[in-house]
């Protein structure tokens, strides 16, 4: 029985020697069974892996059909040759229709051309993986946000390789990260409004407990005189009376540029912007002035060219030319000189309040509407700086700027800028400001 099954296998291998190894290793093995049973076992083997690489495969493509996110495979430069059930219900295409289409084309607006070079610059580079977090459109025209990415797999030896995106839909966490990045602004803008305001309390109780009291002091020292008969004659008592009308007259001012600037910082004044004559504001202002001018026997000139129109709102505007005006009648001597004169360039009004007073220290200018500075005038008045600084808030809220040009023994002249007409608000010039 033995012999005629080895009979057998040497016929099998007599005819498959010329076309296979087998067939020569049975022809010419001395045990040609255990040759036979060898690849009986390596078919079974090669059977097993087959099996195993189906089941892979199946297990692979059930995946790839049941995923609920977004899978396409597509070609070397990313052009896709398949898509999952999820990919074309979350972008609202067929199959047929996204055949042949590069990645990046499904890529919202002018990411498209970045997100397809980068994709392409990712294959061509060999680089096994890239992640971005894009914004995809989809049939209807709609967009959302997706985070992918591209993966490469080897194929006919890793000699070319096929493309994976795997997108995920990831529009509620942007949104989440919107809504809180919102609410941090919020949170900013909060804390910045209570620092300010806190600022805003002590400089205002700062300036209630100091320089209020300067002419309260005065008014009381003086009226205690008056109270008590301690003057000679009647030109003590004239001058004691001017003295507590100076003291009167600094502590209303002071008051009312104190009421204003807290009104302006705290921002509850509204502003009313209209196209305004200055030549018209100007005189108003000098007129305010005049009795103080006339006192010191200064010349108070309106140079302010006639029809010369401003974009601003009147009672600001008009506030900082008054501060301006009455600065420089109290810090010039007498038989000085001051002038209030504008000039048109491009779209701004370059108002200006000059006099040829003593001039402002170096380092006293560099403080200027920056702080609040204590200073005397010709007179003997003090003064604190909150109308500069006054002056500084109402023309910022006019759209413009203010700067002031000194030297001492030369005089002053603060200039100020604001709109021409409304069609230059826009193109806010801020060269102007704290200079």
Same mark, same amino acid.
């Given at each position: 029985?033995?012999?005629?099954?080895?009979?057998?296998?040497?016929?099998?291998?007599? *005819?498959?020697?010329?076309?296979?190894?087998?067939?020569?290793?049975?022809?010419?093995?001395?045990?040609?069974?255990?040759?036979?049973?060898?690849?009986?076992?390596?078919?079974?083997?090669?059977?097993?892996?087959?099996?195993?690489?189906?089941?892979?495969?199946?297990?692979?493509?059930?995946?790839?059909?049941?995923?609920?996110?977004?899978?396409?495979?597509?070609?070397?430069?990313?052009?896709?040759?398949?898509?999952?059930?999820?990919?074309?219900?979350?972008?609202?295409?067929?199959?047929?229709?996204?055949?042949?289409?590069?990645?990046?084309?499904?890529?919202?607006?002018?990411?498209?051309?970045?997100?397809?070079?980068?994709?392409?610059?990712?294959?061509?580079?060999?680089?096994?993986?890239?992640?971005?977090?894009?914004?995809?459109?989809?049939?209807?025209?709609?967009?959302?946000?997706?985070?992918?990415?591209?993966?490469?797999?080897?194929?006919?030896?890793?000699?070319?390789?096929?493309?994976?995106?795997?997108?995920?839909?990831?529009?509620?966490?942007?949104?989440?990260?919107?809504?809180?990045?919102?609410?941090?602004?919020?949170?900013?803008?909060?804390?910045?409004?209570?620092?300010?305001?806190?600022?805003?309390?002590?400089?205002?109780?700062?300036?209630?407990?100091?320089?209020?009291?300067?002419?309260?002091?005065?008014?009381?020292?003086?009226?205690?005189?008056?109270?008590?008969?301690?003057?000679?004659?009647?030109?003590?008592?004239?001058?004691?009376?001017?003295?507590?009308?100076?003291?009167?007259?600094?502590?209303?001012?002071?008051?009312?540029?104190?009421?204003?600037?807290?009104?302006?910082?705290?921002?509850?004044? %509204?502003?009313?912007?209209?196209?305004?004559?200055?030549?018209?504001?100007?005189?108003?202002?000098?007129?305010?002035?005049?009795?103080?001018?006339?006192?010191?026997?200064?010349?108070?000139?309106?140079?302010?060219?006639?029809?010369?129109?401003?974009?601003?709102?009147?009672?600001?505007?008009?506030?900082?030319?008054?501060?301006?005006?009455?600065?420089?009648?109290?810090?010039?001597?007498?038989?000085?000189?001051?002038?209030?004169?504008?000039? *048109?360039?491009?779209?701004?009004?370059?108002?200006?309040?000059?006099?040829?007073?003593?001039?402002?220290?170096?380092?006293?200018?560099?403080?200027?509407?920056?702080? *609040?500075?204590?200073?005397?005038?010709?007179?003997?008045?003090?003064?604190?700086?909150?109308?500069?600084?006054?002056?500084?808030?109402?023309?910022?809220?006019?759209?413009?700027?203010?700067?002031?040009?000194?030297?001492?023994? %030369?005089?002053? %002249?603060?200039?100020?800028?604001?709109?021409?007409?409304?069609?230059?608000?826009?193109?806010?010039?801020?060269?102007?400001?704290?200079?």
């Amino acid at each position: 029985m033995a012999s005629t099954r080895l009979e057998k296998l040497s016929d099998i291998g007599a *005819k498959y020697q010329n076309t296979n190894w087998f067939g020569k290793a049975l022809l010419h093995a001395k045990h040609p069974f255990r040759i036979y049973g060898a690849k009986c076992l390596l078919e079974e083997k090669n059977l097993a892996h087959e099996l195993a690489r189906k089941e892979k495969l199946d297990a692979y493509a059930l995946i790839f059909k049941k995923a609920k996110f977004a899978v396409a495979i597509g070609d070397e430069e990313g052009n896709i040759l398949k898509i999952n059930p999820a990919f074309s219900k979350m972008f609202g295409y067929s199959e047929e229709e996204l055949a042949g289409r590069n990645y990046g084309s499904l890529v919202f607006g002018g990411e498209a051309a970045f997100a397809e070079k980068m994709i392409k610059s990712q294959l061509g580079a060999g680089q096994d993986y890239l992640s971005m977090d894009l914004m995809f459109t989809r049939k209807d025209g709609s967009f959302f946000w997706g985070d992918a990415g591209t993966v490469l797999l080897p194929l006919n030896g890793g000699v070319r390789k096929n493309s994976i995106i795997v997108i995920m839909d990831i529009s509620g966490e942007k949104k989440l990260e919107e809504q809180l990045e919102e609410q941090m602004s919020d949170l900013q803008r909060t804390k910045a409004d209570l620092v300010h305001t806190v600022k805003l309390k002590d400089k205002f109780f700062s300036i209630i407990s100091h320089d209020l009291r300067t002419p309260f002091q005065a008014l009381i020292g003086y009226s205690e005189i008056l109270a008590s008969g301690g003057y000679e004659g009647e030109q003590d008592m004239k001058t004691v009376a001017s003295q507590l009308n100076i003291a009167a007259k600094s502590a209303y001012k002071l008051l009312d540029n104190l009421l204003a600037w807290a009104n302006a910082s705290g921002g509850k004044m %509204k502003m009313d912007f209209k196209n305004l004559d200055l030549r018209e504001i100007a005189a108003e202002q000098a007129a305010t002035q005049q009795a103080k001018a006339d006192l010191k026997k200064i010349t108070l000139e309106n140079l302010v060219p006639e029809g010369m129109e401003v974009f601003a709102d009147r009672d600001t505007l008009s506030t900082a030319i008054r501060n301006l005006a009455s600065n420089a009648i109290k810090f010039t001597q007498e038989n000085g000189r001051v002038e209030i004169g504008a000039l *048109k360039e491009g779209l701004y009004v370059y108002a200006w309040v000059a006099d040829n007073g003593p001039g402002l220290d170096p380092e006293v200018r560099s403080k200027l509407f920056k702080e *609040k500075i204590t200073t005397r005038s010709t007179s003997g008045e003090e003064g604190t700086g909150l109308g500069l600084m006054l002056v500084k808030e109402f023309v910022e809220r006019n759209n413009g700027g203010v700067s002031v040009e000194s030297e001492p023994g %030369k005089g002053t %002249k603060f200039t100020i800028a604001v709109p021409a007409s409304e069609d230059a608000v826009p193109a806010i010039d801020g060269s102007l400001r704290e200079q």
